[in-house]
């Protein structure tokens, strides 16, 4: 038995420790509350926004898996719709919950795509390429989000909103760069012997708009279980959500706890709002990372256990 055949084993099983690790990390986010707070936070929404939010979560999962089959594109591989949707679905459900997106979220796809005929080099060119489609995204989304939020959600500090003025500029930056390669740029660049091009600027834009699609599903999640309760415009809390998912993904802690609490207390000020947003935020947390994961974890044990014979052949 060969020393690669191990390391191949061992990389395809860190997939689904990353699911237990993932497993664990919601688990532990949501042991904070009591089994009371859990029930009352989601009994005082209305059955129809439960609703709306679940349809969202599902469709931006959808979006979410979008990277892969844009990833495929990229490498110039096709694969049956139902692969990269499930690959993307589990994989996106994993990284959501257990941080740290390329290294969780790429075992997860090199256990998926190993076994679809998928060589290790192009699955690390499909990741890194999903890596930049986020990153693209991002910096697309913090500057509608600079324009969007109110001024006080970034604090009231002159260094707070300086800080977050160069983020902005970054970003316009970084967008205008990886566009102008998109158009210009045809060398390879090749790292330990895998060749990374630019993907031309049609796949580009592409990145921007399924990145952006993606994260407009995630804040209509939160958005139907908070409407209920707190009158906001979308747009401005469009704005705010983008600024606390981009920081909260930035700062790798898995859902971004902490991040939108404190977004989201400069957008709604008061002793009652916060007791609302409190309510709403376990809310989210259920539907949009504690759901896709019990799905994608019932998926994933089906699907191993038809195929368990191909790890003992293999």
């Known amino acids: 038995m060969s020393i690669s055949y191990i390391l191949n084993k ?3 099983w860190l997939g689904l420790f990353f699911f237990i690790l993932a497993a ?8 904070r ?38 990833a495929l594109k990229y490498i110039k591989k096709k694969l049956a719709a139902w692969k990269w949707i499930l690959t993307g679905f589990v994989g996106f459900a994993v990284s959501n919950n257990a941080g740290h997106a390329i290294v969780s979220g790429g075992a997860v796809r090199y256990r998926f795509y190993s076994r679809w005929g998928i060589c290790p080099g ?8 999903s890596g930049f489609t986020y990153l693209v995204s991002c910096f697309f989304l913090i500057i509608i989000g600079y324009i969007l939020t109110p001024e006080h959600a970034f604090g009231g500090n002159e260094s707070t909103q300086f800080s977050t003025f160069i983020t902005v500029l970054f970003s316009v930056a970084g967008l205008a760069i990886y566009l102008w390669g998109s158009l210009y740029y ?8 895998i060749a990374f091009r630019m993907p031309n600027i049609k796949l580009a834009i592409e990145q921007v708009i399924i990145g952006s699609i993606d994260i407009t599903m995630a804040s209509l999640v939160l958005y139907s279980v908070l409407v ?45 709002n916060h007791a609302i947003l409190f309510g709403a935020l376990i809310a989210y947390r259920i539907i949009y990372y504690l759901l896709p994961l019990i799905f994608s974890g019932i998926v994933l044990s089906l699907y191993e256990f038809l195929h368990k014979d191909e790890d003992i052949v293999g």
């Open 228 to 272: 209920c309760f707190v009158e906001i415009d979308f747009v401005t809390f469009l704005g705010a959500f983008i600024i606390a998912q981009v920081l909260g993904v930035y700062s790798q802690v898995p859902g971004g706890l902490g991040v939108f609490e404190l977004v989201f207390a400069n957008i709604l000020p008061g002793q009652d």
């Open 10 to 12: 061992i990389v395809s």
């Open 33 to 70: 509350y009591s089994m009371e707070e859990l029930k009352t936070a989601l009994f005082n929404i209305p059955h129809k926004n439960l609703i709306y939010a679940a349809v969202a979560s599902f469709t931006g999962y959808i979006a979410l898996s979008t990277y892969d089959f844009l």
């Open 122 to 129: 192009d699955i690390v060119k499909m990741v890194t390429f």
């Open 186 to 193: 045809k060398k390879d660049l090749v790292i330990k012997g």
């Open 24 to 31: 664990y990390m919601i688990y532990h986010q949501l042991s």
